[in-house]
């Protein structure tokens, strides 16, 4: 397309269009990761309602909630947040982070998550190169970035999200992407099957559950999107960072060993190494191994 031929041939100007959009993005993940486990909840509540038969007066009374309405508006006053008041990372810094009516504080975390997806967009798009793939790739990170915080907030990892996650990845690599598609094929089958495997065992062993079902689609989604071949070095970035965060966690913070700590943060970690230095990593991996 003349468009994004001309993007690709400016990259200042590149540049500049990936900042922009990924700094609204980032915004609206905002709202993807406060709403979407609300949406969740009220989905689960209604089929539990329907399938107790419960009469019209016994069911909870609740607004619907989606991820275009009710509008956003202050948690303290209520203020509904003006057009001016929702410009990303800007009208926060203009704020002075609090809100317009009532002064109450903001959260610095929205700012954060607007400039962190900016930053990893960038990121994504100088490393793999002015291109359709680097293009792709920003739906991933911003996927990534979007689990990353529902699953560290609430333990869950929305099908919504890891299972088209997936479907994408295949079907992208149907046309080689960023790799053939059999390596996709093959990977999202082993990225499941693998965390399955270790439920399962870790279950039979202990009778707990070890980890959510939503790993193991995240894993699945990362193979199709890389390939079966970086699967390990995933697997095993995730899972030194995550016994590193654990045991930190358990010295440092006094926190107990039967508190759930979530695992889809540092696959999603692990993922977006992997997709900016897969070359290497790999390169890595086969000389560790001798091949």
Same mark, same amino acid.
């Given at each position: 397309m003349p468009m994004f031929d001309t993007l690709f041939a400016t990259p200042w100007l590149l540049f500049t269009v990936v900042a922009f959009v990924s700094l609204c993005i980032g915004s609206f993940l905002n709202v993807v990761i406060l709403r979407l486990p609300r949406m969740m909840e009220q989905d689960w509540r209604c089929q539990c309602e329907e399938f107790l038969e419960l009469p019209e007066g016994q069911k909870k009374p609740e607004e619907p909630v989606t991820l275009s309405s009710p509008a956003s508006t202050c948690p303290s006053c209520g203020h509904r947040i003006k057009p001016w008041e929702n410009i990303p990372v800007i009208s926060y810094l203009l704020l002075k982070g609090k809100c317009s009516s009532c002064k109450t504080g903001i959260s610095p975390r929205y700012p954060i998550i607007e400039a962190v997806t900016a930053l990893f967009s960038l990121i994504t798009v100088m490393i793999i190169g002015p291109s359709y793939a680097a293009l792709w790739a920003l739906l991933l990170v911003w996927a990534l970035v979007a689990l990353t915080v529902i699953d560290f907030d %609430?333990? +869950? +990892? #929305? =099908? $919504?999200? %890891? *299972? #088209?996650?997936?479907? *994408?990845?295949? &079907? *992208?690599?149907?046309?080689? %992407?960023? %790799? =053939?598609? !059999? !390596? /996709?094929?093959?990977? /999202? &089958?082993?990225?499941? *099957? $693998?965390?399955w495997s270790v439920y399962w065992l870790f279950k039979l062993v202990t009778g707990k559950e070890g980890m959510g079902h939503g790993d193991f689609k995240l894993l699945a989604a990362l193979g199709a999107w890389l390939g079966w071949q970086l699967l390990p070095a995933v697997i095993l970035l995730s899972s030194v960072v995550g016994a590193i965060v654990g045991i930190s966690l358990i010295v440092f913070r006094g926190q107990g060993r039967e508190v759930p700590i979530p695992f889809g943060p540092y696959l999603a970690a692990a993922g977006l190494l992997s997709l900016w230095f897969g070359a290497e990593i790999q390169a890595a991996w086969y000389a560790y191994l001798g091949l």
């Open positions: %609430t333990q +869950l +990892l #929305p =099908d $919504s999200m %890891t *299972l #088209p996650l997936m479907w *994408l990845g295949l &079907v *992208l690599n149907y046309f080689n %992407t960023f %790799t =053939d598609f !059999s !390596s /996709a094929f093959w990977g /999202a &089958v082993a990225g499941y *099957l $693998s965390l």
